[in-house]
């Protein structure tokens, strides 16, 4: 298969991973509500993209560094809201 055909299949699910954090993030920052939120699932989600994030830096995979890179924001917003507000 061809390799740039490849990198828009690794940039399309990219962005479709990272995109689907938006809504979460939206709606706790806007309500600041966090209660259906589970402290374990985002703790471990974020050491996890944290990994990816290296494992795509050192391979030099640019789909998995720009995926994680927004995702740990998204989800590193969420944690952080989660810690703050309960």
């Keep these: 298969m061809d390799p740039f055909v490849i990198k828009l ?3 399309a699910a990219a962005t479709c991973t990272t ?8 709606k706790v920052w806007k309500t600041r509500s966090t209660g259906d939120i589970s402290l374990g699932m985002f703790l471990v989600m974020v050491l996890g993209l944290a990994l990816w994030l290296i494992y795509g ?4 995979d640019a789909p998995l560094v720009a995926a994680n890179a927004i995702t740990i924001v998204l989800a590193g917003c969420i944690l952080v809201m989660k810690l703050r507000y309960g």
């Design 9 to 11: 299949i690794g940039f």
């Design 19 to 26: 995109v689907a954090y938006a809504p979460q993030a939206i």
């Design 57 to 60: 830096l050192l391979s030099g």
